[in-house]
C-alpha cells in the first residue's frame, strides 16, 4: 500500500469513528449553461487623468507616464534609448523597477442568474490579469469595498473600489508597491480598515484613506472593527515571546497587546462584548471583560498519523449562537470538513460537508449558511447552503468547475452576500470576479 493510500486509509477511518454517513446528504453539483455566453469584456482606456494608485478609467499621471508628446523625431529616439538603456541595466522588475498601473475596473457581466438574483461583476481593463481580488467588506447590499493586490510579481500598488449602488469606483488608496491587502472590516461607511501584508493599518474615514500610526502586529490573520475606538486585530501566526505575532487591541488613540487572546486567529463579532476567534483546536469568546477559550477536539475529527484537525473559521450569531469549521487537515490530501455549532453551552457536530476547504460562514438572510469553499484536489469551487439540518449546493450563475472562490463578505443580517475569486474559462485564462447573491 502507497503512502497516499494509507494516508486516506487513516482518514476515512478517522472520520468513520467520528462521523455518521448520514450527516449529509449526497451533493448534487448544479450546471449552469450561463458560461456558454460569458464573454471576456475589455475596458479600452480613456483620457481621463488618472490619481495615485489605480484608477476605474484614465490613464496615468504624468509622472508615471513614460512617453511624452515631441515635435521631432531625434528627441523620440534619444528618449527611448536612454530608456532601453536604463531598463537593459537596471534588469527589469527583479532589480524593483515597477510596471506602470493600469486601469483596471471592477464592471458588471451578469445579473439576475441561476433562479435568484446575481450580480457578477468582472475584472477588466488594462492591467487586470496583474491583480488578484484579496480583501473584502460589506456595510450593506449596495455599499462594500473590494481591494485587489498584486499577484504577477511585477511590484504594483494595491486597489480600493467602492460599491455605491450597482457600480464599483476607484478610491485613492495609499498602498505600497507589491503590498498585499490581507484583511478588511468595517462598522459604517464612515469607519473602513484595510490591513496589509506591510503590517500597516489603513482607515477610511469617509473622505480619504490615512495610514493609522503605531500599528505593531505582523502577519495579520483577521480583524474585527466595532467602532472607531475599538478595533481588534488577530495574528495569522503565533510565537511565543513574540509580542508582534498576537492579538492587538486599538482603543481609538493606541495599541495594546492583548495575552489572554496570543495565539487565536480567524474571528467574528456581533458587538463589543461578543467576539468568537479559532485557532488550531482552540475556540475562544470575549464577553467585554475576559477570555473564555473553549477545546473542540470532542467534536472534530479523529487525529492520526497524518491528520491534525483544525477549526479553521468561525461566524458570531450572538453571545449563546456560534458556527465553525472543523477540517480534516491530512497532508497531501486535504480531507473532508465538518459544521459545527455552538448551543446550549457546548459545540456540537451538526453537519458533514464532504471534501472541501470552507472559505467562510456567512449567513443566507433567512436562519440558513453559505460557505463558499473549494474542492479538495479537483478543480472549482462551490457554495455550500446550510438550511434546516440540511446541505445542498446552491446554484451559482456561473459554472462552480470553473470557479475559485476565497473570500466572502455579508451585510449586516445577510441581506446581500458577496464573494471573490477567479473565473477560468479555457481558452481565456483567469478573471478576477465578484458575485453578489440578494436575499
Not at 476607484?170 to 462598522?187: M, N, Y
Not at 488577530?234 to 488613540?253: A, E
Not at 483546536?281 to 475576559?290: E, I, K, L, Q
Not at 446550549?344 to 476547504?357: N, Q, T
Amino acid at each position: 500500500m502507497g503512502k497516499t493510500e494509507e494516508r486516506l486509509r487513516d482518514a476515512a477511518m478517522a472520520l468513520g469513528s467520528t462521523l455518521e454517513p448520514t450527516d449529509i446528504p449526497p451533493l448534487r453539483m448544479p450546471e449552469t449553461t450561463d458560461l456558454a455566453q460569458h464573454r471576456r469584456l475589455r475596458l479600452p482606456e480613456s483620457t481621463a487623468a488618472g490619481s495615485r494608485g489605480f484608477r476605474l478609467a484614465g490613464r496615468l499621471p504624468a509622472t508615471r507616464r513614460w512617453l511624452f508628446p515631441l515635435s521631432a523625431v531625434a528627441s523620440v529616439a534619444a528618449i527611448l534609448a536612454v530608456l532601453i538603456l536604463v531598463r537593459s541595466l537596471l534588469g527589469g522588475p527583479e532589480h524593483g523597477t515597477a510596471k506602470p498601473a493600469g486601469p483596471a475596473r471592477l464592471k458588471v457581466v451578469t445579473e439576475r442568474r441561476a433562479g435568484r438574483s446575481w450580480t457578477v461583476w468582472e475584472l477588466t481593463g488594462a492591467g487586470s490579469s496583474d491583480l488578484q481580488i484579496t480583501a473584502m467588506t460589506a456595510i450593506s447590499p449596495t455599499s462594500a469595498w473590494a481591494f485587489a493586490s498584486d499577484n504577477s510579481g511585477t511590484n504594483r500598488r494595491p486597489v480600493a473600489w467602492r460599491l455605491t449602488g450597482s457600480a464599483w469606483t476607484a478610491i485613492s488608496f495609499p498602498g505600497l508597491r507589491g503590498e498585499q491587502i490581507v484583511a478588511a472590516q468595517a462598522s459604517s461607511p464612515d469607519n473602513v480598515w484595510a490591513f496589509t501584508s506591510d503590517n500597516r493599518a489603513i482607515r477610511w474615514n469617509g473622505t480619504s484613506w490615512t495610514v493609522v500610526r503605531g500599528f505593531p502586529a505582523r502577519s495579520v490573520g483577521s480583524a474585527v472593527v466595532i467602532s472607531r475606538s475599538d478595533v481588534w486585530v488577530f495574528s495569522q501566526l503565533y510565537q511565543p515571546g513574540d509580542y508582534r505575532l498576537t492579538t492587538w487591541h486599538y482603543n481609538g488613540h493606541a495599541w495594546s497587546p492583548v495575552p489572554a487572546a496570543y495565539g487565536l486567529g480567524e474571528a467574528s463579532a456581533t458587538s463589543a462584548d461578543d467576539i468568537w476567534a479559532v485557532f488550531e483546536s482552540v475556540t475562544a469568546r470575549w464577553n467585554g471583560a475576559a477570555w473564555t477559550r473553549y477545546s473542540a477536539l470532542a467534536v472534530l475529527p479523529r487525529r492520526s498519523m497524518y491528520c491534525g484537525p483544525i477549526v479553521t473559521d468561525v461566524y458570531a450569531v450572538s453571545a449563546a449562537d456560534a458556527w465553525a469549521i472543523g477540517y480534516e487537515n491530512c497532508e497531501d490530501i486535504g480531507g473532508l470538513s465538518v459544521l459545527l455549532h455552538y448551543a446550549g453551552g457546548s459545540w456540537h457536530r451538526v453537519a458533514r460537508l464532504g471534501e472541501f476547504d470552507v472559505a467562510a460562514i456567512l449567513p443566507d438572510g433567512r436562519g440558513g449558511l453559505l460557505m463558499p469553499a473549494d474542492v479538495v484536489q479537483r478543480p472549482g469551487s462551490t457554495l455550500l447552503h446550510y438550511f434546516d439540518g440540511r446541505v445542498t449546493a446552491a446554484p451559482l450563475p456561473l459554472r462552480s468547475d470553473q470557479l475559485k472562490m476565497w473570500i466572502g463578505a455579508a451585510a449586516p443580517h445577510g441581506v446581500g452576500v458577496f464573494v471573490a475569486g477567479v473565473d477560468s474559462v479555457p481558452g481565456q485564462g483567469a478573471t478576477g470576479i465578484v458575485l453578489r447573491r440578494d436575499a
